[in-house]
């Protein structure tokens, strides 16, 4: 099992920026992507974006040139910072990782931060 523990999110003002960060721990050692889903209220969950453990990033349209996904293998941890954030960015963000085994693949979910984006 793998183990996500999100932290950062908050109240902030449009315009304004914050950061997540996410560790991973537990069995870690087949993860090879990472990265942030949101969830608005009333919509499905959605991809912000990923990074693999070999820095490929991926990242929804609506937030490219304003949000950066990083990674630090080292300590097992992907970080989003977010610039120039919008009302829409509002949303729940969870933290995903990807672990690939000899026999499947399966996804593992943080607990979940709140962004909201508010004046």
């Known amino acids: 099992q793998v183990q996500l523990v999100e932290s950062g999110g908050g109240l902030v003002q449009p315009g304004g920026s914050l950061s997540l960060s996410c560790a991973a721990s537990?069995?870690?050692?087949?993860?090879?992507?990472m990265g942030w889903f949101r969830q608005a209220p009333g919509k499905q969950r959605a991809l912000v974006a990923t990074?693999?453990?070999?820095?490929?990033?991926n990242y929804a349209d609506s937030v490219k040139g304003r949000f950066t996904i990083s990674r630090d293998n080292a300590k097992n941890t992907v970080y989003l910072q977010m610039n120039s954030l919008k009302p829409e960015d509002t949303a729940v963000y969870t933290c995903n990782a990807r672990t690939a085994t000899a026999v499947h693949e399966y996804d593992s979910w943080g607990q979940g931060t709140q962004v909201t984006v508010s004046s």
């Open positions: 537990g069995l870690i050692f087949g993860i090879y992507r």
């Open positions: 990074i693999t453990n070999g820095g490929m990033t």
